[in-house]
């Protein structure tokens, strides 16, 4: 699977919109972007995943750009709960395949 | 959504005993379970994956004879962490993949557990 980077850390202000950036400018034509989250002590959850298309859901927004060589996962309108670390792996969806997480981006949301 | 439980969700032991923590797919059946484990402030790391029925297959460095891994439905998956010491101290998280792939998500997360041995 192809490696991403993100940045360690971010904060952003309860209410506004939370753009967390992905770069991942060695992927494969066939490889998808997934976007998981992890709540402190918890198992991570599924935000969202694309190809090439931006995706939207009850959750968030992926933006891909066109070249597909990096991302940016959108929280419309943070909450604190929306404070987690954030993941964004690329994988290719094969039978069994499995998931590799990197550092993720530790995001604070702050009142 | 599909829900994934583990059991227990802590526990602590004496180093040299042995723990069994089990990973169950609550509503839905799963062909392969994986498990991770992840230290504090790390990432999470695959330690194993698991299929119904047959051998576990492990990742580099992880010893197969530590971590026993154990997959007998389709429904159940337990890790056993053998002779535990202190630096097998750490949160251990399981997923299942569904047996029909669902159209948004191909792994569900437990809650995990965190194991402290002292």
């Known amino acids: 699977d192809a490696k991403t980077t993100q940045p360690p850390s971010m904060d952003c202000a309860e209410g506004r919109a939370a753009n967390l950036p992905c770069n991942h400018s060695?992927?494969?034509?066939?490889?998808?972007v997934y976007w998981y989250r992890q709540i402190h002590s918890q198992g991570p959850q599924y935000i969202i995943h694309?190809?090439?298309n931006n995706e939207t859901n009850e959750m968030a927004s992926l933006i891909i750009t066109e070249d597909r060589k990096s991302s940016t996962l959108i929280l419309p309108h943070a909450t604190l709960r929306d404070t987690a670390v954030y993941y964004c792996?690329?994988?290719?969806?094969?039978?069994?395949?499995?998931?590799?997480f990197g550092g993720g981006t530790r995001v604070l949301v702050k009142p | 959504g599909a829900v994934v439980s583990q059991h227990p969700s802590w526990v602590i032991c004496k180093s040299g005993t042995s723990v069994k923590i089990e990973c169950r797919s609550l509503?839905?059946?799963?062909?392969?379970m994986f498990w991770y484990r992840q230290f504090p402030k790390q990432s999470l790391m695959l330690m194993a994956t698991?299929?119904?029925?047959?051998?576990?297959?492990?990742e580099q460095g992880v010893e197969k004879d530590k971590f026993l891994i154990n997959h007998a439905s389709l429904t159940l998956s337990t890790l056993t962490v053998t002779s535990a010491h202190p630096e097998d101290s750490s949160f251990y998280i399981c997923?299942?993949?569904?047996?029909?792939?669902?159209?948004?998500?191909?792994?569900?997360f437990g809650p995990g557990t965190r194991l402290t041995v002292l």
């Open positions: 997923s299942a993949r569904p047996l029909t792939e669902l159209a948004y998500n191909e792994q569900f």
């Open positions: 060695t992927i494969s034509g066939n490889e998808y």
């Open positions: 694309g190809l090439k």
């Open positions: 792996i690329v994988r290719i969806i094969t039978a069994g395949n499995k998931l590799t």
């Open positions: 509503d839905f059946q799963a062909t392969t």
């Open positions: 698991s299929n119904e029925g047959s051998k576990a297959t492990y």
